[in-house]
């Protein structure tokens, strides 16, 4: 899938917020299986990995230093 320069900086904040929001629904008394969500935060980090790597490689073209995204 090839995503345009000028979204990589907006999917790389969605998938760190969606770490963020997850995180903190494990800190909620009333989820249930609570597994799944820390699944789903594990696959959500290894998926943030990758897309720091690809956004290293156009990180000047599009125009935002990684470390102001995160």
Known sequence: MKVPTAWAPLVLSS???AILYQESL???ETIRNREDYEEHIVQLSE???VL???YRSIEKEAGIPLEKLL
Request: proline residues 0%; charged residues 60%; aromatic residues 0%.
């Open 15 to 17: 998938v760190r917020d």
């Open 26 to 28: 494990l800190r909620s």
């Open 47 to 49: 998926l943030l990995e």
């Open 52 to 54: 720091k790597e690809e």
